[in-house]
């Protein structure tokens, strides 16, 4: 399976961006799906993440800032960003569990990863 992420870029503090991941190859279902960063000298940790039926769960320091969504006919996960802060400066990595065919065993897969920078 490969994942390819896309939206990042250089934004000023306030600014706005969307990201997406299109997951495809050998896949029967995608089960949850997920954003990633990780800052320089931090460890990575989770943004947001979305199930297969729409269920969200955000990060604390995101809430009420960023949005995640799923597009399942296109096997695509957004992220969408908004007021972003110098401290959402990071590499963001979608991430999803996805099972490849019947009776398989779920499996996590990650993206190349896409830098956003925010200038304050």
């Known amino acids: 399976v490969q994942l390819q992420a896309s939206g990042g870029g250089l934004v000023q503090a306030g600014g706005s961006l969307r990201l997406s991941c299109a997951v495809s190859?050998?896949?029967?279902?995608?089960?949850?799906m997920g954003w990633w960063r990780q800052a320089s000298g931090k460890e990575r940790e989770l943004v947001a993440e979305i199930t297969s039926g729409g269920s969200t769960n955000y990060a604390d320091s995101v809430k009420g800032r960023f949005t995640i969504s799923r597009d399942n006919a296109k096997n695509t996960v957004y992220l969408q960003m908004n007021s972003l802060k110098s401290e959402d400066t990071a590499v963001y990595y979608c991430?999803?569990?996805?099972?490849?065919?019947?009776?398989?065993?779920?499996?996590?897969?990650w993206g190349q990863g896409t830098q956003v920078t925010v200038s304050s």
């Open positions: 190859g050998n896949i029967f279902r995608i089960n949850n």
């Open positions: 991430n999803v569990e996805e099972v490849p065919s019947v009776g398989g065993w779920a499996r996590s897969s």
